[in-house]
């Protein structure tokens, strides 16, 4: 009883922890995603004011 | 600026946490009758009050976007909604696992897990609902509604759920073994909790950024697309 | 009084548009009736539990049926621009929201009124001889359900997924209002004392006061901005 109390509490731990870190990638991956979309949009403007002028 | 207080909130909140991790593991005695698991509490109540508090920020944030109309309140209102999801997850997963040890079952719907099951219902619904209108107003303005009615829902839901576990004793588990606690050992839990909601402001600031970025991207395109 | 006089004309119109077409009750009917067919596939269990368990079952069939009704609330306005008008008539939008509960209230209620009986005809369950307080619970709950269901439906009525985002946002929020009416209809059928089970009553009147009031407060600025 007490060996697997004590896999359980660690199994438990870890879940814990790996469910902050694969929130913590993700949100990582998006603040990636959206720096390059945002540049991508910047740079789309300013070839169409180029273009306009 | 806000680089140092997001790297600075997590270095405090990973600190923290690794000392309280210490503590838990070596200093804490095992309790008496649930042994090693019982453990899990200091992460379990903790991320259970950090997601409620989240969710009743979150509903005053929106009420401030309905009467401000400004999106930037939104903006952080939705982000504190997603961390505090993420730490109500934690809070179900750890609770179920502790559930396993002690009764062999992976799920028992006694009060607080099934309210909790409920409460993340409803905010997948909010979720579900932003991702389905386009337009930022009518997006902050629909989720803000809906954050004031899973708030005040919540409560009943709550009280609703006791009241009727208390009538059909089902395997009840009495996961806050918080009541008889020595002091000594109620300390990191505390600790944890400081050291959560740590964290998860400097996921909320993150996030904030983002959604900002979001809507930055989705005003310039419209600006692109209209000449 | 005015007010009285703008909710009562909207719930008219919406249930001289239902009589006359009749679309939504048939379909809440038959929905209820198919239901009641898979339940008696899924259970197949002795007299004595199936009075234990008719409570949640009935008010699973009302939930379940009363959603087909709430859906047609808000979107049948959608068509030719209907829903625009009716925003910029001197209608507030609290006056036509209410009006709308009341006409869905109407219709859950004639939908729960023939289910309920063939549920008992179906299942073999004697109806309570304090049928009048049956009755009572009916009305509390389906008010809930009506209540919550038409100002989600006001909300999802732009929406690509309306039949979809419905069921899932107004279900998890009807939590305490179902485990109520369950809860009180299980007492009544299986005979047993009511006045232990009061608690529930008062949840089901706190639900209801509380949303109505929130839900006329919010509605505005759910339907305008």
């Known amino acids: 009883m007490s060996s697997q109390n004590y896999t359980f509490m660690f199994i438990g731990f870890t879940v814990a922890w790996l469910i902050i870190i694969v929130y913590v990638i993700s949100i990582a991956l998006r603040e990636k995603r959206l720096r390059e979309e945002l540049d991508r949009v910047k740079r789309m403007v300013e070839e169409n004011e180029k273009a306009k002028r | 600026m806000r680089q140092k207080i997001i790297l600075s909130l997590s270095v405090i909140a990973g600190l923290i946490l690794s000392w309280d991790l210490y503590r838990i593991f070596l200093l804490v005695p095992d309790e008496a009758n649930q042994g090693a698991i019982f453990r899990i509490i200091y992460f379990h109540v903790p991320a259970a009050i950090t997601s409620f508090t989240g969710f009743y920020v979150a509903m005053f944030t929106a009420i401030g976007y309905l009467v401000t109309k400004n ?66 107003t009518a997006r902050a303005r629909l989720s803000a509604v809906l954050s004031i009615f899973a708030c005040i829902d919540i409560v009943l839901v709550w009280k609703s759920i006791e009241w009727f576990r208390t009538q059909h004793p089902g395997p009840v588990l009495e996961i806050r073994g918080g009541g008889g606690m020595a002091p000594g050992m109620e300390a990191p839990l505390w600790w944890n909790f400081l050291a959560l909601l740590m964290l998860s402001t400097a996921l909320i600031l993150i996030r904030t950024r983002q959604q900002d970025m979001k809507l930055e991207i989705d005003a310039l395109r419209r600006h692109a697309h209209a000449f | 009084m005015k007010f009285l006089r703008r909710t ?85 939008g609290a006056e036509l929201f209410f009006g709308k509960c009341l006409a869905n209230y109407v219709l859950m209620v004639i939908v729960e009124c023939i289910s309920l009986p063939v549920f008992a005809i179906f299942y073999n369950v004697r109806l309570p001889q304090r049928l009048a307080l049956l009755f009572v619970v009916m009305l509390l709950g389906s008010w809930g359900i009506t209540v919550i269901g038409t100002l989600f439906s006001a909300m999802t009525v732009n929406l690509r997924l309306r039949e979809l985002m419905l069921p899932t946002l107004v279900y998890p929020m009807l939590v305490p209002a179902l485990i109520g009416a369950i809860e009180l209809t299980r007492t009544l059928i299986i005979g047993a004392p009511l006045a232990e089970n009061l608690i529930w009553f008062r949840i089901l009147i706190a639900f209801n006061v509380i949303f109505t009031i929130l839900s006329l407060a919010l509605v505005e600025i759910v339907l305008v901005g």
């Open chain 2, 71 to 136: 999106l930037r309140l939104d903006s952080i209102a939705a982000s504190i909604n997603e961390v505090s999801l993420a730490f109500a997850s934690i809070t179900l997963v750890t609770g179920s696992i502790w559930g396993h040890v002690i009764w062999g079952i992976w799920w028992t719907w006694d009060p607080r897990l099934t309210s909790y099951f409920v409460c993340l219902l409803i905010y997948f619904g909010y979720f579900m609902l932003r991702r389905a209108i386009d337009d930022p």
């Open chain 3, 8 to 92: 009562l004309a909207i719930a008219a119109k919406d249930l001289r548009s239902e009589i006359r077409s009749k679309e939504a009750v048939n379909a809440s009917v038959s929905f209820a009736l198919v239901i009641l067919l898979l339940f008696s596939f899924a259970f197949d269990l002795e007299p004595e539990q199936i009075r234990d368990i008719a409570g949640g079952l009935l008010w699973l069939i009302f939930a379940f049926a009363g959603t087909l009704i709430l859906n047609r609330s808000f979107a049948r306005e959608l068509t030719n621009d209907c829903l625009d008008a009716l925003l910029a008539s001197p209608v507030s």
